[in-house]
Nanobody, 125 residues
Framework: QVQLVESGGGLVQAGGSLRLSCAAS????????MAWFRQAPGKEREFVAGINWSGSNTYYPDSMKGRFTISRDNGKNTVYLQMNSLKAEDTAVYYC??????????????????WGQGTQVTVSS
């Protein structure tokens, strides 16, 4: 089993930045795909960013490109999400997820095998 624990969420003003962290423990393998999703109140969970096992490949939806950056440190079993130029519409619970059932980044949540509990990000306008 893999346990994921997110941290770094909080309240920030529009235009500000936050860096989220996701620490993995338990049966961890550095060759897992990692991803961030988010869910705003009343909305479905959506894909934010994904990274392959080595960090050589990342993927973002067009709406996230240029503002969000995903990275990982396999020595620390940690994945990060740097969020810049935050907007009120970025307010959501952010979740870290991992998949060991496939080697490729996937934007659909059903392809991920383990999830963290989420961390709240609130952007005030």
């Amino acid at each position: 089993q893999v346990q994921l624990v997110e941290s770094g969420g909080g309240l920030v003003q529009a235009g500000g930045s936050l860096r989220l962290s996701c620490a993995a423990s338990g049966r961890t393998y550095s060759n897992y795909v990692m991803a961030w999703f988010r869910q705003a109140p009343g909305k479905e969970r959506e894909f934010v960013a994904g990274i392959n096992w080595s960090g050589s490949n990342t993927y973002y939806p067009d709406s996230m490109k240029g503002r969000f950056t995903i990275s990982r440190d396999n020595g620390k079993n940690t994945v990060y999400l740097q969020m810049n130029s935050l907007k009120a519409e970025d307010t959501a619970v952010y979740y870290c997820a991992t998949r060991w059932s496939g080697a490729y980044i996937n934007v659909k949540e059903q392809h991920y095998d383990a999830w963290g509990q989420g961390t709240q990000v609130t952007v005030s306008s």
